[in-house]
């Protein structure tokens, strides 16, 4: 069973920046789509970035610009720098596979305060 770790969340002012870490317990980004993905109290998990096996990547909407989504392979590591940081950031940031494939981690908490 693959355990998927994130961290680097954290307590940041709006506009600032962090980056966050996910480290598979297997070698799997070059076998699925991976992505990050948030919840926010009272809502829905949703997917903020994807990166394909390829390399490319998609953002939703609502961090287009803001968040890059990138991948070391040699570290087994992705990351998600996320910029110009927004209130209603504030979530768990998850990463997993697209689909979900794997037991979601703990997650790391990235709180944005105004």
């Known amino acids: 069973q693959v355990q998927l770790v994130e961290s680097g969340g954290g307590l940041v002012q709006a506009g600032g920046s962090l980056r966050l870490s996910c480290a598979p317990s297997?070698?799997?980004?070059?076998?699925?789509?991976m992505a990050w993905y948030r919840q926010a109290p009272g809502k829905q998990r949703e997917l903020v970035a994807r990166?394909?096996?390829?390399?490319?990547?998609n953002y939703a909407d609502s961090v287009k610009g803001r968040f890059t989504i990138s991948r070391d392979n040699a570290k087994n590591t992705m990351y998600l720098q996320m910029n110009s940081l927004k209130p209603e950031d504030t979530a768990v940031y998850y990463c997993?596979?697209?689909?979900?494939?794997?037991?979601w981690g703990q997650g790391t908490q990235v709180t944005v305060s105004s």
């Open positions: 997993n596979a697209v689909p979900s494939l794997y037991q």
């Open positions: 297997e070698t799997i980004f070059n076998i699925y789509t």
């Open positions: 990166i394909f096996t390829s390399g490319l990547t």
